[in-house]
């Protein structure tokens, strides 16, 4: 079973950027996806990528300002989020699934998923 490790969370100023990365423990050309997910509330769709990086998709409430990535030489999956917002502060989960290589926005569509990282930007 893949393990997927995030890092890149932490406290920024609205206006600010913060990339967050998502590192799988076994190499796989997986689609892969971020999502958030507040405190008793369901996970929220932010982006994926395809298994190829060719297809991205965003959450119409980031698109202009973070970007997927992934690097082909280890699968690393990267979100670059620009122009920080207060309504941004989450906890931001990476997520994968073996079965899947087209990107995806539902939840259900993934099985793996990583503890999340904090990212918080003061009102």
């Known amino acids: 079973q893949a393990q997927l490790v995030e890092s890149g969370g932490g406290l920024v100023q609205a206006g600010g950027s913060l990339r967050l990365s998502c590192a799988p423990s076994t190499v796989r050309n997986y689609a892969m996806g971020w999502f958030h997910q507040a405190l008793n509330k369901e996970r929220e769709f932010v982006a994926a990528i395809s298994w190829s990086g060719d297809t991205k998709l965003y959450a119409d409430s980031v698109k202009g300002r973070f970007t997927i990535t992934r690097a082909t030489t280890n699968n690393t999956v990267y979100l670059q989020k620009n122009h920080l917002k207060p309504e941004d502060t989450d906890v931001y989960c990476c997520?994968?699934?073996?079965?899947?290589?087209?990107?995806?926005?539902?939840?259900?569509?993934?099985?793996?998923w990583g503890q999340g990282t904090q990212v918080t930007v003061p009102s």
């Open positions: 997520t994968s699934d073996p079965s899947l290589v087209a990107a995806a926005r539902e939840p259900g569509e993934y099985d793996y």
